[in-house]
């Protein structure tokens, strides 16, 4: 009895002590009504985020600041991804995203290959992902349409390692805002693409105390989970961590909107170069002209 006990007491106190970081940027009247400015998320689980009577933990300073990258993104050459496949198909008509077949939290299934997520993610979100993959085994695309962002950073990037390995390419429509936390998600994709139209918005995250990344040193566990997530997503080191400081150059309770142009820049996955040699036709392939029928 006393022992399970300590056990408990050592389980919240570890808790305490490493608070889970959240990131949303909520907007009102889902899923596809949109306002101009975002509602800064004012709980996590059930804690005020940086109330004005919360104690703030003691940080010990570190030397290392993090460097914020220019606000603009520049355009880098992303590491290929562990396994390299010819790109997959992505399906863009459009769709309301009002109906489905079947509902997972935030995910809305539409048919048997194609899913929309609307909605914040938190704790029960991995296990909701788990749940659809296992009855709905043929999914092959996520729609990112109305994504605010996540209660639970530990657990979205846990979902973002998920949609990665069910190998689900990630797609916003031109009426998709993917924001804060979900920009993560948006990562996880074999394959990512952007309708012209889409938006985006990062910021720093926040644990319940009110501290942010730059309370941190960039080589602590809080940094550097995410910097490891998105180096899993392919990107190289330099990018990671250019991305990353690129996202914390705006603070929690604000926002940097990017169109699909500035986004479609950190998300380039270049063919390789043997590859190209390798589907490089031997005889020219006549000319054909194609209708455009991309409804998003």
């Known amino acids: 009895m006393f022992r399970f006990a300590a056990l408990l007491l050592s389980a919240l106190g570890a808790l305490i002590a490493s608070p889970i970081s959240a990131q949303s940027l909520a907007l009102v009247n889902l899923p596809v009504v949109y306002v101009s400015m975002p509602s800064i998320q004012k709980t996590h689980q059930g804690q005020a985020i940086a109330s004005t009577g919360a104690a703030r933990p003691m940080v010990q300073q570190h030397a290392e600041p993090l460097q914020f990258a220019a606000i603009r993104p520049q355009t880098y050459e992303a590491a290929a991804l562990p396994a390299w496949t010819p790109p997959a198909f992505v399906d863009r008509r459009f769709r309301s995203y009002r109906n489905g077949i079947a509902q997972y939290g935030p995910f809305l299934v539409l048919d048997d290959r194609r899913v929309a997520m609307i909605g914040e993610?938190?704790?029960?979100t991995p296990g909701q992902f788990r749940a659809m993959l296992r009855d709905f085994p043929r999914l092959r695309q996520l729609d990112l349409v109305e994504c605010p962002g996540t209660q639970d950073d530990r657990a979205n990037l846990s979902l973002g390692r998920m949609i990665r390995a069910a190998r689900l390419v990630t797609h916003v429509p031109a009426i998709g805002s993917v924001r804060s936390g979900a920009v993560e998600l948006f990562f996880a994709g074999i394959q990512r693409d952007i309708s012209q139209g889409a938006e985006f918005a990062v910021h720093s995250w926040m644990d319940p105390y009110g501290?942010?990344?730059?309370?941190?040193?960039?080589?602590?566990?809080?940094?550097r989970q995410y910097l490891e997530y998105y180096r899993e997503m392919g990107m190289s080191s330099d990018q990671a961590r250019a991305f990353y400081d690129f996202t914390n150059s705006v603070p929690h309770h604000g926002a940097l909107w990017l169109g699909a142009g500035d986004m479609r820049r950190w998300t380039a996955h270049p063919q390789p170069a043997t590859v190209r040699a390798q589907s490089k036709p031997v005889q020219p392939a006549p000319?054909?002209?194609?209708?455009?029928?991309?409804?998003?």
């Open 121 to 124: 993610t938190d704790a029960s």
């Open 211 to 223: 501290r942010e990344a730059g309370d941190f040193s960039i080589d602590s566990p809080e940094n």
């Open 287 to 296: 000319n054909l002209a194609y209708a455009d029928v991309t409804f998003s």
